[in-house]
Every structure is written in structure tokens, then in C-alpha cells.
């Protein structure tokens, strides 16, 4: 297994640009999560999922949309980007009703 | 309100000594804690996690401590490697979905 796959791994956008940071796992897990990590600063959650066609925000989600067409993949949309969305994201999975999440690689994101 | 904190941004441990990390946390409700390895440019990944109503649980090579008395958590690694050189942070959980990470502490292995 290939686990949790990010890409891409690098990215530098214009103030303004959109994006969408991909993201899939292919371990059959439900719950889907996107993370920011600011240096500095603990793990933020975006946005979740507990399932295909369902998503729900998390602490930090103004900037961002997502979407969960499949069990799979769980893309992370920037439409409007700006410069304090500057950071490294992280996607994550975990089974249903376990606490264990797994990790992608992480998408470093700078807005200038 | 509510906060995951760590009390050393740093430690250098000797290779072969045993190396322990401490985690504060504020919401006496947390029921589940976990603590996860962050090497250079990589994602975290899971080391061990530890319910409310456990004092300690043992992996290996590492131990988890919980005292809900003081709220204090802390990480134990055995015989410490240079592989362990890394961030590591803890996270409290709280119902299903809101986790709460401290912003970690570099352990460096010196060999």
C-alpha cells in the first residue's frame, strides 16, 4: 500500500491564484483530514470527512473548500489565495471509530 | 482555554540513554492522547496513544505516562538512536473530532 499520497509537493502561488491540493489514500479508510502546520505551531484542522459525500468544517476552514466524491481521494480547494495561507498541509486518514491517523508527505504552500 | 503544551522546545539526549518528553495539557475532558513523530519534511507519524483511563501503556521501546492529576503527559524512549532524532508533539482528543496538538519538542540524539 502507498498509504496516504500528496501532491504536489511544492507549490508557489500568486496572491489571488487557486489551487487545488490533492490528496489520496488506499487503505479503504472513511475519515479524511486536512491539517495546516505554521512553524511554530501545532497541527490546525481544515476540514473533515467521515465518509464519501460528507464533509464538515473544522477549526480553521475560511479560504478552503473540499469536496469527497469518492472514499479515496479527498481534494483541498484554494480559490482565492492569500498570503497567511502560506504554510505546509498535511492530509491525513484513520479507520472508522479508531484514533490513529496516517500522514501524506505534506504539500509546502507559499502565497507571495 | 484550551492548550496542548510542551515544557522543552529542545533536547539533546546521549545515544543509548533513555530520553523523556513532557506534554501539559488544559482540558481535563481530553479522553484520549496521542503522541506522534515528525522527522525533517516528512508528515507525522503515529508512535503511541494512551485513553483516560489508563496511567501507562508501554510500546517499543517507548512508554507513555499519563497523570490526570496535574494533566501531564510524557513520552519515554528506551536506549535512545540517532533514527529518533526528530519533533515530537502530543495531541489531545476530545469526543471524535476535535484534536488538540502541541507544537512539539526537537529531540536531538547526540552520538
Known amino acids: 500500500n502507498a498509504g496516504v499520497t500528496q501532491t504536489p509537493k511544492f507549490r508557489i502561488l500568486k496572491i489571488g491564484q487557486s489551487m487545488t491540493l490533492q490528496c489520496t489514500q488506499d487503505m479503504n479508510h472513511n475519515y479524511m483530514y486536512w491539517y495546516r502546520q505554521d512553524p511554530g505551531m501545532g497541527l490546525k484542522l481544515i476540514y473533515y470527512?467521515?465518509?464519501?459525500?460528507?464533509?464538515d468544517k473544522g477549526e480553521v476552514p475560511n479560504g478552503y473548500n473540499v469536496s469527497r466524491s469518492t472514499t479515496e481521494d479527498f481534494p483541498l480547494r484554494l480559490e482565492l489565495a492569500a498570503p497567511s495561507q502560506t504554510s505546509v498541509y498535511f492530509c491525513?486518514?484513520?479507520?472508522?471509530?479508531?484514533?490513529?491517523?496516517?500522514f501524506g508527505p505534506g504539500t509546502r504552500l507559499t502565497v507571495t | 482555554g484550551e492548550s496542548v503544551g510542551l515544557h522543552l522546545p529542545t533536547l539533546s539526549v546521549q545515544e543509548g540513554d533513555n530520553s523523556i518528553i513532557n506534554c501539559a495539557y488544559s482540558?481535563?475532558?481530553?479522553?484520549?492522547f496521542i503522541w506522534y513523530k515528525q522527522e525533517s519534511g516528512k508528515g507525522p507519524q503515529f508512535i503511541i496513544d494512551i485513553r483516560s483511563n489508563m496511567d501507562k501503556r508501554q510500546g517499543q521501546r517507548v512508554t507513555v505516562l499519563l497523570n490526570k492529576t496535574v494533566k501531564h503527559l510524557s513520552l519515554q524512549i528506551a536506549a535512545t538512536q540517532p533514527g529518533d532524532s526528530a519533533v515530537y508533539f502530543c495531541?489531545?482528543?476530545?469526543?471524535?473530532?476535535?484534536?488538540?496538538f502541541g507544537t512539539g519538542t526537537r529531540l536531538k540524539v547526540l552520538a
Open positions: 482540558n481535563s475532558a481530553s479522553d484520549y
Open positions: 495531541a489531545e482528543i476530545t469526543g471524535t473530532y476535535k484534536y488538540i
Open positions: 470527512s467521515v465518509g464519501a459525500g460528507i464533509t
Open positions: 491525513a486518514s484513520s479507520l472508522r471509530h479508531t484514533y490513529e491517523q496516517y
